[in-house]
């Protein structure tokens, strides 16, 4: 056994270099970054409900597509997983019909503003030293939640705030040790949002929040 011990002692010490070298990318990948994000978003329909003078009446919203954009910074550790506070607005289109005055009726948009602080796992799905996949989830503060509507009167808009979740799912990839592109799907939903009329406009409108986005990325590692 004894002309075997060469041979073990040198596959030892190349398994121990290999480790130590992963080991060592791994810490280089940590540290802060931000990201750059833009986006097609859209949103199954959703009932608004209004409510003001007279009994509550509902009519259903047909939304369509429209477009996001935002920023997050964050910080990555050295074991996957990743913290970021997040920025974005998006916003899509609108045609309501079926309210009876005084609730307002017509196209517009059904957007926001928002925060969130995500928290994001990548993992390896492609076994490619250059690309990562990952999930995450985040809590959502939407900031205002805005729906408008162009009726022969004027614009009439109703706006909110509330709070939700998303999720989402991507991959990253590395353009060198700084850049990297980031290409992902998201989710949010927020529920019962209260949105109060501006401006003189009537009433007030509830409403479910529930868009999702296809959205690309760039992004620099500090």
Known sequence: MSHRRPAVRLHGALFATTLAAAAGAQAAESGAYATALFG????SDQTLTFSGSGAAQSAEAALDGGGLAGAAIGWQFDNGWRIEGEFAYQSVDSEVTGFRSPAPAGDGNYASTSVA?????????????STTTYIGAGIVRLTEVDVDFD????????????SGFQVLFGARYDLGERWFLDAGLRWLRASSLELDGEDGAPGRIEADYEPWAATVGIG???
């Open 40 to 43: 097609l978003a859209n949103q």
């Open 117 to 129: 602080l995500n928290a994001i796992y990548a993992f390896d799905l492609f076994g490619s030293p």
């Open 151 to 162: 009726t022969t009167a004027g614009e009439r808009s109703y706006s909110g705030s509330g």
């Open 220 to 222: 620099w590692r500090f």
